[in-house]
């Protein structure tokens, strides 16, 4: 990312997002992280910045694809094409097949440029030339996938991993899978919460539309709004005066099924960036003790500027690491909140390029998330809860880890909750929330009650 913001052509959106998916792809960046620090470098103005985003994000959505229709136009196989380069020619091939208001013309001459411009190979922007080409050509036709293996075909059609698709397949069959995969490629709404303690939710619509916010009531949840059409949410006086946070509607509904109510210590054992904190400590009408802890030090930083912004003095942060024992803690809280380090493969919409992570690593989270529920499990008084939850939709992560733990803890049973409609009871105390059917991340959530 050195040569971001030094030498980029000024306002040149597709630059920035081909140096970004580099980025992501060579040195193992994340995209909204790589994304927004090259916009802010470069000075990129409200409709470029939404344009680099669109790019970035749509390339990775549909990069499998792509790649599978560059193959088909290419004398080079894409395996051996310079990082740039191919993804020079990805964003040209995701401007002509996603994106209708792009002149071909245009979505042709600046891969071309780039390649010529990052390319060690002077014969690049010739092949990057002649490739889109012959796509835009071909672009009422285009390359049919076979459909004889479904899990091929839907790795392909969606552009997620093949092991990643036998997951989804083998826990929701063919039809379900399909239509998660395709909500994973969808566009989700940014959610906020309403700090209800500092204004009510039409006091903030209305100071939403009178700053140009696209907003409107979540359909279901209370207290909650959706935000539609982008633009920088930090900005709005509603965010830096403390009225709202950023917080998806399953992370939300996570805090109600854990039901804190005011008087009560509370721990948040892997807080940050503090939104379940937020929402504990607003449940509890600022009243009684939210300690909220992570094992970062800088994301402690990010929980005190967050509940200090939102006016929230009973949240107390500290950096710890939930699997460690800490001696003061045992039988010291009324719930414990354990949102665990986890795969993330439930927020792919957010967050494109987690699908392409290398599953050989996920191996060893169910490890560590069984490790931290042992350890904070101790936290809990007698007749207390203990909220287990994650942001990933694989079952060796969640109902084998919760089951687990009930085996080895007897003292523990899981406890019914109750939910807004359309979700509604939780009869088992445990719920998947998924994208495709929910409208939310794909979360888990499992309540779990300690005997007296």
Not at 63 to 80: A, N, P, Q, W
Not at 99 to 124: F, G, M
Request: proline share 6%.
């Amino acid at each position: 990312m050195g040569r971001v913001g030094e030498d980029i052509m000024a306002g040149n959106a597709r630059e920035v997002a081909l140096l970004t998916l580099s980025a992501c792809e060579k040195q193992g960046a994340w995209s909204d992280l790589a994304l927004k620090k090259n916009i802010h470098s470069v000075g990129l103005d409200g409709r470029d910045a939404a344009l680099a985003t669109r790019l970035c994000f749509g390339v990775l959505q549909n990069r499998m694809l792509l790649d599978f229709y560059i193959g088909k136009f290419s004398s080079v196989r894409v395996e051996r094409m310079e990082n740039r380069v191919l993804n020079a020619l990805r964003l040209g091939v995701y401007q002509m097949a996603f994106l209708t208001r792009i002149p071909v013309s245009a979505a042709v001459n600046e891969s071309v440029t780039l390649s010529r411009k990052y390319s060690k190979n002077p014969r690049s922007p010739g092949l990057v030339n002649g490739i889109l080409r012959a796509v835009s050509r071909n672009m009422d036709h285009l390359p049919l996938i076979e459909e004889k293996d479904p899990a091929r075909y839907l790795s392909i059609r969606y552009s997620h991993p093949l092991w990643l698709v036998h997951e989804f397949l083998d826990a929701l069959g063919e039809k379900e899978a399909e239509r998660l995969l395709a909500t994973d490629n969808s566009e989700p709404a940014t959610v906020a919460q309403i700090n209800i303690l500092r204004a009510s939710t039409p006091e903030v619509l209305n100071a939403l539309a009178a700053e140009g916010a696209d907003a409107a009531p979540h359909p279901w949840l209370p207290d909650c709004v959706t935000l539609t059409g982008g633009g920088d949410l930090e900005q709005l006086s509603v965010f830096r005066d403390g009225r709202l946070y950023i917080q998806d509607a399953a992370a939300r509904l996570a805090v109600m099924a854990a039901a804190p109510r005011p008087g009560m210590r509370v721990l948040d054992a892997c807080a940050a960036p503090g939104g379940k904190s937020f929402g504990t400590a607003i449940a509890m009408g600022d009243r009684g003790e939210v300690l909220s802890c992570d094992i970062h030090p800088h994301k402690k930083k990010l929980i005190d500027a967050g509940a200090q912004r939102l006016g929230l003095a009973c949240i107390r942060s500290a950096v710890q690491d939930a699997k460690s024992p800490c001696a003061q803690w045992v039988d010291a809280f009324d719930l414990v909140i354990a949102d665990v380090p986890c795969s993330g493969l439930g927020i792919i919409r957010k967050k494109p390029d987690i699908r392409y992570k290398e599953p050989g690593p996920l191996a060893g989270l169910p490890a560590v998330q069984r490790s931290i529920l042992e350890n904070v499990s101790a936290y809990v008084k007698p007749g207390g809860a203990l909220l287990y939850c994650t942001c990933t939709l694989l079952e060796r992560e969640n109902g084998d880890v919760v089951s687990w733990f009930l085996d080895a803890h007897p003292e523990y049973h899981t406890e019914p909750f109750e939910l807004p409609a359309p979700i509604g009871r939780a009869a088992e105390g445990r719920l998947t929330l998924w994208p495709h059917i929910h409208g939310t991340d794909g979360f888990y959530i499992a309540k779990l009650r300690r005997d007296l």
